[in-house]
């Protein structure tokens, strides 16, 4: 089946620091989304790319759609500590597929 | 007003028992799901109905039945609960043929002891 690879699994991060994870597939997606999952909660849409090679920003959040169609990155800046939680890119083919997510911790 | 909410929200109970998460929404979406996120966090599809319509069912136990009354509910029934079955589980929905992504629910942790 269909497999999303995120990395980094895990960042611990001083607070105002940028942020980058990335996410690739086997297979091309026609849609990539990233989700933010706090504790206790399910995940919440950040999120969604459509064309190869968008860039699209949300605040303090860009992502983008890779050119091949089985990539994207996201990006934050000037992390703070309300940015802690699990983040998971996801693939929207017949059903939406995720990533294992990258746990981010901020220190402030 | 919760749009994807689902009951219990903890659910602790024994090896061999029989129990049921239920899920509504009320986005007037016409699709919904059922994934499972384990320990790891790492979150699987486990069932996806269109219309009270089964059309996603991603090799889970037949002890696992999903049952939809309608479109704007989704619940899930586990026979014979194993200690392997305890993890969070999400309810989701979506308008087919739109791609803007699914709309979660809070989980349900289940724990089986």
């Known amino acids: 089946g269909q497999q999303l690879n995120q990395s980094p699994q895990s960042m611990f991060i001083q607070e105002g620091e940028d942020v980058s994870m990335n996410c690739t597939s086997s297979?091309?997606?026609?849609?990539w989304l990233w989700y933010k999952q706090d504790p206790g909660e399910g995940p919440v849409l950040l999120i969604a790319l459509y064309k190869a090679g968008e860039l699209t920003s949300n605040g303090r959040l860009t992502a983008q759609f890779g050119i091949t169609r089985k990539d994207s990155f996201l990006n934050i800046s000037a992390s703070i500590p309300s940015d802690v939680g699990i983040y998971f890119c996801a693939g929207l083919g017949n059903m939406l597929t995720f990533g294992g997510g990258t746990r981010l911790m901020v220190k402030p | 007003d919760t749009a994807v909410s689902q009951t219990p929200k903890y659910l602790v109970t024994q090896m061999g028992n029989d129990k049921s998460i239920k899920c509504e929404q009320n986005?007037?979406?016409?699709?919904m799901y059922w994934y499972k996120q384990d320990s790891k966090k790492f979150l699987k599809i486990m069932f996806s109905y269109n219309n009270k319509e089964l059309i996603i069912n991603e090799t889970v136990p037949n002890r696992f039945s999903p049952k939809s009354p309608d479109k704007a509910h989704l619940n899930l029934h586990i026979n014979s609960l194993e200690l392997g079955d305890s993890a969070v589980y999400f309810c989701a929905s979506s308008q087919l043929g739109r791609n803007y992504g699914y709309t979660f629910g809070s989980g349900t942790r289940l724990t089986v002891v």
């Open positions: 986005l007037g979406h016409d699709t």
């Open positions: 297979s091309i997606f026609n849609t």
